[in-house]
């Protein structure tokens, strides 16, 4: 995983987007804004599942997980559309928890502020959640392909809220406000993954 400033030039929004200067976001400062990350390397026959990813559910309470494949070859004459609403800025009422077992994609976050992007590269091993509340939006990078397991904590669902008038009242978003303000000012205790290679958090 690596995180960095989106540079909001045009263009195709699957390539880095990281202008070579550009210096790395520390995990430190990817805590604050609520996000948690650590690396579980892919078992190499046994699907997408291990001791450790499964420890790392029980802690958590997810119950649930599928996988979901992203592609021209698995979606088809839908692909653009899908990829099209993953970028749309979007929250959700609940954690995003992403494990990605092969290829590769972006997630962009909204940095304290809500105005510029933060954009963080998952490759294949890297797992991540996104907390409830935060503004964000996903793209596959240029090789249009990315498989990674999802995991819930009640029945699989994906509900995506468009940023607007509305999302910025839901009480979800509020709280997830609220707690990185808290964050920002060194208050309150972060939040922890356990199991995986070590906690990048």
């Given at each position: 995983?690596?995180?960095?400033?989106?540079?909001?030039?045009?263009?195709?929004?699957?390539?880095?987007?990281?202008p070579?200067?550009?210096?790395?976001?520390?995990?430190s400062?990817?805590?604050?804004?609520?996000?948690?990350h650590?690396?579980?390397?892919v078992?190499p026959?046994?699907?997408?599942?291990?001791?450790?990813?499964?420890?790392?559910?029980?802690?958590?309470?997810?119950?649930?997980?599928?996988?979901?494949?992203?592609?021209?070859?698995?979606?088809?004459?839908?692909?653009?559309?899908?990829i099209?609403?993953?970028?749309?800025?979007?929250?959700?009422?609940?954690?995003?928890?992403?494990?990605?077992?092969?290829?590769?994609?972006?997630?962009?976050?909204?940095?304290?502020?809500?105005?510029?992007?933060?954009?963080?590269?998952?490759?294949?091993?890297?797992?991540?959640?996104?907390?409830?509340?935060?503004?964000?939006?996903?793209?596959?990078?240029?090789?249009?392909?990315?498989?990674?397991?999802?995991l819930?904590?009640?029945a699989?669902?994906?509900?995506?809220?468009?940023?607007?008038?509305?999302?910025?009242?839901?009480?979800v978003?509020?709280?997830?406000?609220?707690?990185?303000?808290?964050a920002?000012?060194?208050?309150?205790?972060?939040?922890?993954?356990?199991?995986?290679?070590?906690?990048?958090?």
């Amino acid at each position: 995983m690596k995180a960095y400033y989106y540079d909001d030039a045009p263009g195709d929004p699957r390539l880095p987007h990281h202008p070579p200067s550009a210096p790395a976001i520390p995990p430190s400062h990817l805590t604050t804004l609520g996000l948690l990350h650590t690396h579980i390397p892919v078992p190499p026959r046994s699907g997408p599942s291990s001791p450790a990813l499964d420890a790392l559910a029980r802690a958590r309470g997810y119950l649930h997980r599928d996988v979901v494949t992203v592609s021209r070859a698995a979606m088809g004459a839908a692909y653009e559309a899908k990829i099209a609403a993953f970028f749309a800025e979007h929250m959700h009422e609940d954690e995003e928890i992403r494990y990605v077992v092969g290829g590769a994609g972006y997630f962009d976050v909204r940095e304290v502020g809500d105005a510029r992007w933060v954009r963080v590269r998952l490759e294949e091993g890297d797992l991540l959640v996104l907390p409830a509340g935060i503004y964000h939006r996903f793209t596959t990078d240029e090789g249009d392909y990315v498989q990674a397991l999802r995991l819930f904590r009640e029945a699989p669902r994906w509900t995506p809220l468009g940023r607007g008038e509305e999302t910025e009242g839901n009480a979800v978003r509020r709280g997830y406000v609220e707690g990185r303000e808290r964050a920002v000012r060194g208050e309150g205790k972060s939040d922890e993954l356990v199991g995986g290679e070590g906690v990048v958090v």
